[in-house]
């Protein structure tokens, strides 16, 4: 599919790369772009391939820099849910992606953008990162799911001061608080994003899979249940060629050849 405000390929096969594709406005969501990384999902859910997915922004100055303010400003009360609702439904729709999603955040990454990259399943910066959720500044809040995530993420009483001061982090302060994995510097960013993806991509497809699903399903759970949902994905996995493979593999001290069933 022909897309105007993204960017999807596939760089290595399995390894995908997602770049919002508007640097005049820093990457900002509209609606458009909204849709069009629904439909780029789509078309990497639909992919038996499909190992991992880096998200990008387009430059090198923003990773995505907000909801689009210009297509939010004149939004009725009605609007504005209908709009919310809709970049919720494409964030969820990016967390429970069936391969892990690694957020590649290469400089402002500002409301909706942070929003965004919480929505990854992790994140690598680039020292010139910026994070923040400044919604305040405009008169509103964060509506994508930023007080939601952001505190499951940090902890409530960072997340408090986050979204309530609006105040703006630099990448080394987003490691300290456990929102990004790891800094490095602006010129290896990508290289390091993709040697994570390669790393993914060389493990037991479906076990990858499965442990995202028990990583993401879980953490909404009580302990118990959560370990119930591990159970039952660890005996899934002994249903597979992979389990076989992998630890045949092992015991012949080979390198495992996956085939991701
Ligand atoms: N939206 C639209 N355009 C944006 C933008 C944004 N979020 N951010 C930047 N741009 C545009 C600028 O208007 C400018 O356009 P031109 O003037 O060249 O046409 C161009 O990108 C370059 O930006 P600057 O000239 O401002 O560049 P600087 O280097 O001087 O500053 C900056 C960079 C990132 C510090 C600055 O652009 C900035 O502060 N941007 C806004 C950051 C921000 O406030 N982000 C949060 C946006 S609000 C909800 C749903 C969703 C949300 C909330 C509620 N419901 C419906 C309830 C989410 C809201 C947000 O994300």
């Given at each position: 599919m022909a897309y105007e405000n993204v960017i999807l390929e596939q760089v290595e096969p399995g390894i995908y790369r997602l770049t919002i594709n508007r640097p005049k406005a820093l990457n900002a969501l509209n609606a458009e772009t909204l849709d069009e990384i629904e439909a780029a999902l789509r078309e990497v859910e639909a992919d038996p391939g499909a190992r991992a997915l880096l998200v990008t922004g387009a430059g090198d100055k923003a990773f995505v820099a907000g909801a689009d303010i210009s297509q939010m400003r004149s939004l009725?009360?009605?609007?504005?849910?209908?709009?919310?609702?809709?970049?919720?439904?494409?964030?969820?729709?990016l967390e429970d992606l069936p391969v892990p999603v690694i957020a590649v955040v290469n400089g402002y990454c500002l409301g909706g953008g942070c929003e965004l990259a919480m929505a990854c399943d992790w994140i690598v910066a680039s020292e010139k990162a910026v994070f923040g959720q400044p919604e305040v500044n405009l008169g509103v809040t964060p509506g994508f799911g930023g007080t939601q995530r952001l505190t499951r993420i940090v902890g409530k009483a960072r997340a408090m001061e986050l979204v309530t001061t609006g105040r703006q982090v630099k990448a080394a302060e987003a490691k300290e608080i456990?929102?990004?994995n790891h800094v490095v510097p602006a010129d290896a960013l990508m290289d390091e994003a993709l040697a994570q993806a390669r790393t993914v991509a060389s493990k037991g497809p479906v076990a990858v899979r499965l442990a995202k699903e028990a990583?993401?399903?879980?953490?909404?759970?009580d302990l118990d249940n959560a370990c119930v949902l591990e159970s039952d994905v660890f005996g899934l996995c002994f249903a597979t060629e992979d389990q076989k493979e992998g630890m045949a593999a092992f015991l012949e001290k080979r390198k495992a050849a996956f085939q991701g069933r």
């Open positions: 009725t009360a009605a609007e504005a849910k209908a709009f919310a609702l809709k970049g919720q439904k494409v964030f969820r729709r456990g929102l990004v990583v993401q399903r879980g953490q909404d759970l």
